[in-house]
């Protein structure tokens, strides 16, 4: 397995997970309504578009902070 995929294998189960908490949370305040985010496509595809921009924006800040990996180091 390459680098790229284990980085997508990882992105995938990062946002899956971020969504099953969610969904989880969100049934332990109102049980009926939380029906919405699993029964209904449009509605899983928003909120899964929403935890997945979260983790690209997650990325991009840290990436911000420490460097891609890739910078030139000067001696």
């Given at each position: 397995m390459n680098k790229?995929?284990?980085?997508?294998?990882?992105?995938?189960?990062v946002t899956l997970m971020l969504y099953v908490n969610r969904i989880y949370g969100m049934a332990s305040v109102n049980d009926e309504d939380v029906m919405t985010f699993v029964k209904e496509e449009d509605a899983v595809d928003s909120l899964l578009r929403a935890q997945m921009l979260e983790i690209i924006n997650g990325f991009d800040y840290y990436k911000g902070l420490y460097g891609s990996g890739k910078e030139k180091r000067s001696i």
């Open positions: 790229k995929d284990e980085t997508m294998i990882f992105a995938i189960s």
